[in-house]
């Protein structure tokens, strides 16, 4: 079976479950999605543990899935129209609301998180005799510890948060998701390169690939912008759009910049600057094109999330790895956006549930999975001969991302509610010192 015979049967699949959910489950679309995928894998598992499905047939669907070849499928595929979608819908005045907190968030917030994860799983491997080498615990951390554009927009982003917290959260995924595939490819380049790094060279490769994705989604922004501006056929103005997370996608591959970063920059130029020129029918054309586009990709990367179990070699010092890591993960991204929380309150005060949202709401999709599996296959831990580093990574991945669909995501709308009640209460507070104010202001004149 062919990669499109695959992608048509998974997009079918999807797609009857989102119907069935409609129907009947009424829980947010990616979760079911997510959910109901499992429960096919686990039954499949287990079926062919107890005999009852050969692993003829087994085989055959593990045949169909390897063939779309999931990191590929996403990294250099689906991910460059599911984040310019995404920033087509982001405010600009509220990014420049937070243009301090997004920064520190995506970078600062990531960092910390990389180097955390890396040196307490290094450390807590050796207690337990799992002797793995510190960049390998780093390579994991990078990974990680960016939150998943894709999973926050198709999850948090619906449940409308208070206005502060919800672009924060939006902001951030978008933009430390280049940024973390940069910190995970400098990593990378390390841990498999050839020739031993030095500083200024991984500096280098850093700002070569963050800057110019930057840059690069500037001027695809501009250039793309004019051309829509100088089309009077609506019809070409959508297609063109387009074209940016296609062409623009693969040209910033080839010169490489950060191709994510740019078209979360394009995207943004876009939503804010060519978008509110277009007439209002066209303005909603464009909106449910891209929301189209969305829900259809989403729908198929979550199914596969699910499926994409089938292909994976368990060993017992995975399980052990992965019960760590979730814990661990959640950990790091509390310490370090306290951290950043803690510079932030400084100069603002912000809503007391911020923390603990993105916290929680930090979720991770399909993007660290696909870094995962885009390890080499080859480089054995020193606990056991027959134990891949790469199997280790992408259990450890796989675990945190199912715990963060079906966990997390099922149970911040709480702490979003709550959030919301304690903006409400404050909200007659503040309207009462505007007239105060205005009561005063109006006396002294």
Same mark, same amino acid.
């Given at each position: 079976? !062919? ?38 894998? *686990? ?32 990294? $250099? ?126 500096? !280098? ?19 793309? %912008? ?5 089309? %009077? ?13 296609? *062409? ?26 060519? $978008? ?7 303005? %909603? ?63 603002? !005060? ?29 480089? !054995?831990?020193?606990?056991?001969? %027959? ?41 007659? $507070? ?16």
């Amino acid at each position: 079976m !062919s990669a499109y015979d695959a992608l048509c049967l998974i997009t079918a699949l999807a797609v009857f479950i989102s119907l069935i959910n409609h129907y009947f489950g009424k829980f947010q679309t990616t979760i079911a999605i997510t959910g109901w995928s499992l429960a096919i894998s *686990a039954t499949l598992l287990f079926l062919n543990y107890t005999g009852l499905v050969p692993l003829e047939k087994e085989q055959k669907l593990i045949d169909m899935l390897q063939s779309i070849q999931f990191d590929d499928f996403l990294l $250099k595929g689906v991910l460059g129209f599911l984040l310019f979608g995404g920033a087509l819908n982001i405010d600009l005045s509220h990014l420049r609301d937070q243009k301090f907190e997004i920064p520190c968030l995506a970078f600062c917030a990531t960092l910390i998180s990389t180097f955390f994860i890396g040196g307490t799983l290094w450390y807590i491997f050796s207690l337990v005799g799992l002797q793995i080498d510190f960049i390998y615990c780093c390579l994991f951390g990078a990974l990680i510890s960016p939150t998943d554009p894709i999973a926050v927009l198709a999850i948090v982003k619906k449940l409308n948060a208070p206005q502060r917290i919800s672009t924060q959260i939006e902001g951030e995924s978008l933009f430390n998701d280049g940024l973390g595939l940069v910190v995970f490819s400098t990593i990378f380049t390390i841990a498999f390169g050839h020739s031993a790094p030095t500083f200024g060279g991984v500096a !280098s490769l850093f700002i070569h690939e963050a800057i110019g994705g930057i840059v690069f989604g500037a001027v695809l922004g501009f250039v793309f %912008h004019y051309l829509i501006k100088k089309t %009077h056929d609506s019809m070409m103005r959508m297609i063109l759009t387009i074209l940016i997370p296609t *062409a623009g996608y693969v040209i910033g591959e080839h010169l490489d910049v950060s191709a994510p970063l740019a078209m979360v920059v394009s995207g943004i130029m876009i939503g804010n600057f060519t $978008k509110p020129g277009l007439s209002d029918v066209e303005s %909603h054309q464009l909106s449910h094109l891209w929301e189209l586009i969305d829900e259809i990709l989403n729908a198929v990367l979550f199914l596969l999330i699910g499926l994409i179990m089938l292909t994976f070699t368990f060993h017992y010092i995975d399980l052990v790895a992965a019960l760590i890591a979730i814990p661990l993960v959640l950990l790091s991204r509390y310490i370090s956006v306290k951290a950043c929380y803690i510079g932030f309150n400084r100069f603002r !005060s912000y809503n007391p549930e911020s923390v603990k949202i993105l916290t929680w709401g930090g979720l991770r999709g399909g993007l660290a999975l696909a870094m995962a599996m885009a390890i080499p296959v080859g480089v !054995s831990s020193d606990y056991a001969q %027959h134990v891949d580093i790469r199997e280790i990574i992408v259990v450890m991945t796989y675990a945190v991302v199912v715990f963060s669909i079906l966990v997390q995501a099922s149970t911040i709308t709480p702490m979003i509610q709550k959030a919301k009640a304690w903006e409400q209460a404050r909200e007659p $507070k503040s309207e009462n010192r505007a007239k105060a104010w205005q009561e005063q202001n109006s006396k002294a004149q």
